[in-house]
């Protein structure tokens, strides 16, 4: 499998290059008042709107540094575990998701059965995965599909929130 690779303070993480659909240059993005500090904004792409998150905000608390070699990388979103061009459960394509990330650079292919679980349990981070050892060192997959709680899906996606049948008490 081919994953890009970033990092976060030092540390190798991975993202699977099937679920990416572009990786740009750092681009502005406007605010969304109300969404938690690691939701960088939205910006359009192609007529469309594309949430964003910026995933050193996410993971460590800081904004992303404005260095060279950070990206928008823009993935594939359902919010559940499907291959990229795979419908959802209502049969909706999935949408854009913009990730910021720091130091994505390189490229790495690395086998499936090179990922083991880690042996953390990561109960409020869910889209740290599994973790391989190449040669030079850990990296860690990061489970796109995994990184939105209900709520902020609702909030980034309102239309798809919408679809969805609501529970009365």
């Known amino acids: 499998m081919l994953f890009l690779l970033f990092e976060l303070d030092g540390d190798r993480y991975a993202l699977e290059v099937a679920g990416i659909a572009e990786v740009l240059a750092l681009a502005p993005t406007k605010s969304i008042p109300g969404a938690p500090a690691w939701v960088a904004g939205m910006f359009e792409r192609h007529g469309e709107p594309v949430p964003v998150i910026d995933v050193s905000q996410l993971a460590l608390g800081r904004p992303a540094r404005p260095l060279r070699s950070t990206r ?4 594939h979103y359902s919010g559940q575990a499907a291959q990229p061009g795979a419908q959802d ?42 973790v391989a050892n190449d040669a030079i060192g850990l990296v860690q997959w990061v489970e796109v599909q995994e990184m939105l709680s209900d709520e902020v899906k609702a909030l980034l996606f309102p239309q798809a929130a919408d679809a969805q049948p609501q529970a009365h008490s």
């Open 72 to 75: 928008l990388v823009l993935v």
């Open 89 to 130: 459960e209502r049969g909706e394509a999935p949408r854009l998701l913009g990730l910021i990330v720091e130091r994505a650079t390189q490229t790495r292919r690395i086998e499936r059965a090179q990922f083991l679980h880690s042996g953390i349990a990561t109960p409020h981070a869910r889209w740290l995965g599994p």
